[in-house]
């Protein structure tokens, strides 16, 4: 060859994808390639393969293999000639050095990738048991079986068939194989074959008919007795012809093995007998199987042997496998053996794990049969034992949403395809990623990719296991499969006709109501039906968990009727963690959410999980003070006048307080939260917080609504609203009014008549706005707490404040101040006005007795004078003994007499200064603990009311079903709401105890 010739050579070799050119061109130089090395045809094959190197290796020792001039020239014009010969043969040399072998030891096999017919494209079981008919011996067998699964891997590389074309013919090859071995071994045995009927049932990948290249075949054997022999007799014969066809299929010889024959899915595995009659397979797994067991009968399928016997060992396991969902335990079950198989995985192994590490292919079949086996008890559309018609079943049902199916479907067969190619190299049994780069480059050149095999093979591996870790994680770990699992099988997917009888068991008091709206949700034969009647039967036992099932139906179908045509609802309560329960509970609780969420059903998605941890009500976790600001001001900014801005800031805040009120009856629940989220203070803490930021944002939005339409982005006065009461203290409810306060302070050069009208203008129309018309929660400002009272002007400036405080404050307003704290508008002008109040609030030398026994005359009188009448004084979460008032009055006459000297006490939030105040020994831990625990409940119970009842209370309601579900939330269970009444009365009882020695004695 000439040098220039040479040159042009490598750079095509190089072009053409070989790593090692100069070899190449050795090869392509030698006397066996002669004829044809100036065909670009031969070069452009051996350029597609996904090793050039190893396919014209290969090929060179194939040619070299053939007998004789005559055969070697046949196959190198047959190669040139006939391109689907061509693209097989270097495809499998290229793919695979184990095939190679098998075609240098037995070089006429590649005329078996001659054909191109039919079936011979898609062949079956019928043509593989011919390719195998000739085999009378263990080796034989082999070479026949080699010789199959040359034309298989030539089919595969060659993208005639997809994976799972690719996986079935596997499985029909495997089944002619057994076929086979043991018509070889009854032959080896006549008179054990007369003696006994044998049947041999495939399990696992075999079964399922998604069999890979090497893996061991699971099998079970079940064997009867003929006429002529008796039962111990025939399952002597039956196990020595199963043992023999073993060792065929298993056992290496010079043509090397076939597969390992597994028989350890059988009952009591590896310690239980190899075969076993059918009498005694149904009484051990009526007995004694374990859930995995049932699992891995999924994919039984009877595959050789005595057909009859097969298919009736099938018959009679089968319904114990569609109700194996109902043993107890069943789902935590499935769910802790998967995470076993991870922890035994060695660490160093782990992130080359294909199969069984995260990500891997056993999550995608763990999740698919999973799902199956709930709700394939009921639905016999999912009852099959291969994986991606599984899958795809699932999807067609919406078990499974179309997306995630997709996506799914994907990942596993790129993953199976990885699968599938790493072994079909050395023909060996592995799951690991190989790490050398030629390997990574020749299997990613394998699976189509070719700009940077290796890199672009790691990248796209990395994706999908991703996609198949988060999506194995949401439906695997779905809480609403196990509340599915437990129910009975006449539940478990809705039947209209047996649903009355059910809504009368779990209490529904109007069921003819009730059905009317689950045919509504239900009939049809729409995937939305679908989704419902998988739904419904877990939903419907939530709704009874709770004090008016009826109500909860009623607002789930009027939730569903809104958000029906919306793709993500029902998608969402089916797939997204604890979302179908908590909008079970927020809907039966009451009435105050449910009527927030008519007003914006697409609040709907709070209940998920919100930031994909699966985490029970993520979505409902509070929002900060700054985000919700930031929210409702350019909302406001959008809109084109006040009152438009005002309806905007109030969409917000209706979402808002939804999100708070779901939270809180999430939490009250008790289910599944964690240990700050179920304590009843924290839940307290946690309302009046999201309640308090929320009213302050909607004001300072509504604030800058009235600025902008009056004075554009300036106000003549510096403005600010100072929060007082419940507000000051971040301790609103859900039906509290906003006490506020209101101080202005001129612009420089502003004339102060003209600052102070602008200023009352700002409040006017604030109160205007948001007094205007709306089915939401009202959001009334109550200025009642300001100087004089009704009596004095809505607004002052700062000097004016000063000058009032400083002539003609009285004691009581010295306490009001003490939850005094801005909320919106002018930040300097609030720290200022907080800076000329602090003492007042909190006087150098405490309080005289003279002003004492005033705050306890002002205690007592109203006390006297405010109760409503009828009351019950006991139950007044209020002014009732022991009530809100009596401990906050309490702990505001500690804060009025040592806040100067205990700086902890300078808080406007009671339980801080309750806190603070037993620090500082002002009061003993226990007396600090009956307080603390009396206002918490007391103000649970007014949170509670409102929720319920939809609008404020401040004792608890009369109406049975009302009280009952007040009681709920309390965390009674029906019927005792005497106990919740009880309890509340011990508890404030021993608060007014406590009261009556710090308020009214000299513990203070």
């Given at each position: 060859?000439?040098?220039?010739?040479?040159?042009?050579?490598?750079?095509?070799?190089?072009?053409?994808?070989?790593?090692?050119?100069s070899?190449?061109?050795?090869?392509?130089?030698?006397?066996?390639?002669?004829?044809?090395?100036?065909?670009?045809?031969?070069?452009?094959?051996?350029?597609?393969?996904?090793?050039?190197?190893?396919?014209?290796?290969g090929?060179?020792?194939?040619l070299?293999a053939?007998?004789?001039?005559?055969?070697?020239?046949?196959?190198?014009?047959?190669?040139?000639?006939?391109?689907?010969?061509?693209?097989?043969?270097?495809?499998v040399?290229?793919?695979?050095?184990?095939?190679?072998?098998?075609?240098?030891?037995?070089?006429?096999?590649?005329?078996?990738?001659?054909?191109?017919?039919?079936?011979d494209?898609?062949?079956?079981?019928?043509?593989?048991?011919?390719?195998?008919?000739?085999?009378?011996?263990?080796?034989?067998?082999?070479?026949?079986y080699?010789?199959?699964?040359?034309s298989?891997?030539?089919?595969?590389?060659?993208?005639?068939?997809?994976?799972?074309?690719?996986?079935?013919?596997?499985?029909?090859?495997?089944?002619?194989?057994?076929?086979?071995?043991l018509?070889i071994?009854?032959?080896?045995?006549?008179?054990?074959?007369?003696?006994?009927?044998?049947?041999?049932?495939?399990?696992?990948?075999?079964?399922?008919?998604?069999?890979?290249?090497?893996?061991?075949?699971?099998?079970?054997?079940?064997?009867?007795?003929?006429?002529?022999?008796?039962?111990?007799?025939?399952?002597t014969?039956?196990?020595?012809?199963?043992?023999?066809l073993?060792?065929?299929?298993?056992?290496?010889?010079?043509?090397?093995?076939?597969?390992?024959?597994?028989?350890?899915?059988?009952?009591?595995?590896?310690?239980?007998?190899?075969?076993r009659?059918?009498?005694?397979h149904?009484?051990?797994?009526?007995?004694?199987?374990?859930?995995?067991?049932?699992?891995?009968?999924?994919?039984?399928?009877?595959?050789?042997?005595?057909?009859?016997?097969?298919?009736?060992?099938?018959?009679?396991?089968?319904?114990?496998?569609?109700?194996?969902a109902?043993?107890?335990?069943?789902?935590?079950?499935?769910?802790?053996?998967?995470?076993?198989?991870?922890?035994?995985?060695?660490?160093?192994e782990?992130?080359?794990?294909?199969?069984?590490?995260?990500?891997?292919?056993?999550?995608?079949?763990?999740?698919?049969?999973?799902?199956?086996l709930?709700?394939?008890?009921?639905?016999q559309?999912?009852?099959?034992?291969?994986?991606?018609?599984?899958?795809?079943?699932?999807?067609?049902?919406?078990?499974?949403?179309?997306?995630?199916?997709?996506?799914?479907?994907?990942?596993?067969r790129?993953?199976?395809?990885?699968?599938?190619?790493?072994?079909?190299?050395?023909?060996?049994?592995?799951?690991?990623?190989?790490?050398?780069?030629?390997?990574?480059?020749?299997?990613?050149?394998?699976?189509?990719?070719?700009?940077?095999?290796?890199?672009?093979?790691?990248?796209?591996?990395?994706?999908?296991?991703?996609?198949?870790?988060?999506?194995?994680?949401?439906?695997?770990?779905?809480?609403?499969?196990?509340?599915?699992?437990?129910?009975?099988?006449?539940?478990?997917?809705?039947?209209?006709?047996?649903?009355?009888?059910?809504?009368?068991?779990?209490?529904?008091?109007?069921?003819?109501?009730?059905?009317?709206?689950?045919?509504?949700?239900?009939?049809?034969?729409?995937?939305?039906?679908?989704i419902?009647?998988?739904?419904?039967?877990?939903?419907?036992?939530?709704?009874?968990?709770?004090?008016?099932?009826?109500?909860?139906?009623?607002?789930?179908?009027?939730?569903?009727?809104?958000?029906?045509?919306?793709?993500?609802?029902?998608?969402?309560?089916?797939?997204?963690?604890?979302?179908?329960e908590?909008?079970?509970?927020?809907?039966?609780?009451?009435?105050?959410?449910p009527?927030?969420?008519?007003?914006?059903?697409?609040?709907?998605?709070?209940?998920?999980d919100?930031?994909?941890?699966?985490?029970?009500?993520?979505?409902?976790?509070?929002?900060?003070?700054?985000?919700?600001?930031?929210?409702?001001?350019?909302?406001?900014?959008?809109a084109?006048?006040?009152?438009?801005?005002?309806?905007?800031?109030?969409?917000?805040?209706?979402?808002?307080?939804?999100?708070?009120?779901?939270?809180?009856?999430?939490?009250?629940?008790?289910?599944?939260?964690?240990?700050?989220e179920?304590?009843?203070?924290?839940?307290?803490?946690?309302?009046?917080?999201?309640?308090?930021?929320?009213?302050?944002?909607?004001?300072?939005?509504?604030?800058?609504?009235?600025?902008?339409?009056?004075?554009?982005?300036?106000?003549?006065t510096?403005?600010?609203?100072?929060?007082?009461?419940?507000?000051?203290?971040?301790?609103?409810?859900?039906?509290?009014?906003?006490?506020?306060?209101?101080?202005?302070?001129?612009?420089?050069?502003?004339?102060?008549?003209?600052?102070?009208?602008?200023?009352?203008?700002?409040?006017?129309?604030?109160?205007?706005?948001?007094?205007?018309?709306s089915?939401?929660?009202?959001?009334?400002?109550?200025?009642?707490?300001?100087?004089?009272?009704?009596?004095?002007?809505?607004?002052?400036t700062?000097?004016a404040?000063?000058?009032?405080?400083?002539?003609?404050?009285?004691?009581?307003?010295?306490?009001?101040?003490?939850?005094?704290?801005?909320?919106?508008?002018?930040?300097?002008l609030?720290?200022?006005?907080?800076?000329?109040?602090?003492?007042?609030?909190?006087?150098?030398?405490?309080?005289?007795?003279?002003?004492?026994?005033e705050?306890?005359?002002?205690?007592?009188?109203?006390?006297s004078?405010?109760?409503?009448?009828?009351?019950?004084?006991?139950?007044?979460?209020?002014?009732?003994?022991?009530?809100?008032?009596?401990?906050?009055?309490?702990?505001?006459?500690?804060?009025?007499?040592?806040?100067?000297?205990?700086?902890?006490?300078?808080?406007?939030?009671?339980?801080?200064?309750?806190?603070?105040?037993?620090?500082?020994?002002?009061?003993?831990?226990?007396?600090?603990?009956?307080?603390?625990?009396?206002?918490?409940?007391?103000?649970?119970?007014?949170?509670?009311?409102?929720?319920?009842?939809?609008?404020?209370?401040?004792?608890?309601?009369?109406?049975?079903?009302?009280?009952?579900?007040?009681g709920?939330?309390?965390?009674?269970?029906?019927?005792?709401?005497?106990?919740?009444?009880?309890?509340?009365?011990?508890?404030?009882?021993?608060?007014?105890?406590?009261?009556?020695?710090?308020?009214?004695?000299?513990?203070?």
């Open positions: 060859m000439t040098p220039g010739r040479r040159s042009s050579t490598f750079t095509r070799l190089l072009r053409h994808g070989f790593t090692d050119p070899a190449a061109e050795r090869l392509l130089d030698g006397p066996e390639l002669a004829p044809v090395r100036d065909d670009p045809v031969l070069l452009e094959a051996l350029g597609a393969t996904a090793d050039p190197d190893l396919a014209l290796h090929l060179v020792r194939l070299e053939q007998d004789g001039p005559t055969a070697h020239r046949e196959l190198l014009d047959t190669l040139i000639a006939a391109k689907p010969l061509r693209d097989r043969l270097l495809g040399l290229g793919a695979s050095a184990a095939l190679t072998d098998h075609l240098a030891r037995h070089p006429a096999d590649w005329q078996a990738l001659v054909m191109y017919e039919p079936q494209l898609h062949p079956g079981l019928m043509e593989f048991e011919r390719g195998l008919a000739g085999a009378t011996d263990p080796v034989s067998l082999r070479v026949a080699r010789r199959c699964l040359l298989i891997a030539a089919r595969d590389v060659c993208g005639t068939t997809d994976v799972a074309e690719t996986a079935a013919e596997l499985a029909d090859l495997a089944t002619a194989t057994l076929r086979t071995a018509a071994a009854q032959a080896h045995a006549p008179e054990d074959a007369a003696a006994c009927r044998l049947a041999v049932i495939a399990m696992g990948k075999c079964g399922g008919h998604e069999l890979n290249y090497v893996s061991d075949v699971d099998v079970i054997f079940v064997a009867e007795a003929t006429e002529a022999t008796t039962e111990a007799k025939a399952l014969s039956a196990t020595r012809l199963a043992s023999h073993m060792r065929i299929c298993s056992e290496t010889t010079v043509e090397g093995s076939i597969w390992p024959v597994d028989a350890n899915l059988r009952p009591e595995g590896r310690n239980g007998p190899l075969v009659t059918l009498s005694s149904l009484a051990y797994y009526q007995r004694w199987a374990k859930t995995w067991e049932f699992q891995a009968l999924l994919k039984a399928r009877p595959v050789a042997g005595d057909a009859d016997l097969g298919q009736a060992y099938i018959d009679a396991l089968e319904p114990m496998v569609w109700t194996a109902e043993r107890d335990n069943f789902v935590p079950d499935v769910q802790k053996m998967r995470r076993r198989v991870v922890e035994n995985i060695p660490a160093s782990i992130e080359r794990e294909l199969k069984l590490g995260p990500g891997g292919l056993r999550d995608v079949e763990f999740a698919v049969q999973l799902l199956q709930v709700h394939g008890r009921t639905d559309s999912l009852r099959s034992g291969t994986t991606l018609d599984a899958l795809q079943a699932l999807a067609a049902g919406g078990y499974v949403g179309r997306e995630d199916a997709a996506r799914l479907d994907e990942a596993y790129f993953l199976r395809s990885m699968e599938h190619r790493i072994q079909l190299y050395r023909l060996r049994r592995t799951h690991l990623v190989p790490v050398a780069e030629e390997d990574q480059r020749r299997l990613g050149r394998s699976l189509g990719l070719r700009t940077d095999p290796a890199a672009e093979l790691i990248r796209e591996w990395k994706r999908h296991t991703g996609v198949v870790r988060r999506l194995h994680e949401k439906l695997f770990y779905r809480p609403l499969l196990d509340a599915v699992a437990q129910l009975a099988p006449g539940e478990a997917r809705l039947s209209l006709e047996a649903a009355r009888a059910r809504l009368v068991a779990l209490g529904y008091a109007d069921p003819a109501a009730a059905l009317r709206h689950l045919e509504a949700l239900a009939s049809g034969v729409t995937r939305k039906a679908a419902q009647r998988t739904l419904l039967p877990v939903l419907l036992g939530w709704f009874a968990d709770s004090a008016d099932p009826d109500a909860g139906l009623l607002n789930f179908r009027k939730v569903s009727d809104a958000l029906g045509k919306t793709p993500w609802y029902l998608r969402l309560l089916r797939d997204e963690g604890a979302a179908a908590n909008l079970a509970r927020v809907l039966s609780a009451g009435r105050l959410a009527d927030l969420l008519m007003r914006a059903p697409e609040a709907v998605a709070l209940l998920g919100g930031d994909g941890t699966g985490m029970r009500g993520a979505g409902l976790a509070p929002r900060e003070r700054a985000p919700l600001e930031q929210e409702i001001l350019a909302a406001v900014g959008r084109e006048n006040a009152e438009q801005a005002v309806t905007a800031a109030r969409g917000v805040r209706r979402r808002e307080l939804f999100r708070t009120a779901a939270a809180d009856i999430v939490g009250s629940y008790g289910t599944e939260t964690s240990p700050a179920a304590d009843q203070g924290a839940l307290v803490d946690r309302v009046g917080a999201a309640v308090s930021d929320l009213t302050a944002a909607t004001l300072a939005g509504t604030l800058r609504a009235v600025v902008r339409e009056g004075w554009g982005e300036t106000l003549p510096r403005f600010a609203m100072i929060g007082m009461g419940r507000f000051g203290g971040h301790e609103l409810g859900y039906g509290s009014d906003a006490d506020v306060v209101f101080v202005h302070e001129p612009q420089d050069g502003v004339d102060e008549h003209e600052a102070a009208a602008a200023a009352n203008k700002v409040v006017a129309e604030m109160r205007r706005l948001l007094q205007l018309p089915a939401d929660p009202p959001l009334l400002i109550d200025a009642d707490l300001r100087p004089e009272g009704k009596s004095g002007p809505l607004v002052r700062l000097k404040y000063e000058a009032y405080y400083r002539r003609w404050s009285l004691v009581w307003e010295s306490q009001a101040l003490l939850r005094a704290e801005p909320v919106a508008g002018d930040e300097d609030g720290r200022r006005f907080t800076a000329l109040i602090d003492p007042l609030r909190y006087p150098r030398h405490g309080l005289a007795e003279d002003a004492v026994r705050i306890r005359r002002l205690k007592a009188r109203m006390e004078e405010r109760l409503p009448r009828g009351a019950d004084p006991k139950l007044h979460t209020k002014l009732g003994p022991g009530g809100l008032s009596d401990v906050e009055w309490t702990v505001q006459l500690f804060q009025l007499r040592h806040g100067w000297d205990h700086p902890g006490l300078r808080t406007t939030r009671t339980r801080e200064a309750l806190s603070a105040a037993r620090e500082a020994g002002l009061l003993s831990a226990e007396e600090a603990e009956i307080l603390d625990e009396a206002w918490v409940l007391a103000t649970r119970v007014r949170n509670a009311v409102m929720l319920v009842r939809g609008r404020a209370g401040d004792t608890f309601p009369t109406e049975p079903r009302e009280l009952s579900a007040v709920r939330y309390l965390g009674y269970g029906a019927g005792h709401a005497g106990d919740m009444l009880d309890a509340y009365r011990r508890t404030t009882r021993r608060a007014r105890t406590v009261v009556e020695e710090l308020f009214y004695g000299d513990g203070t």
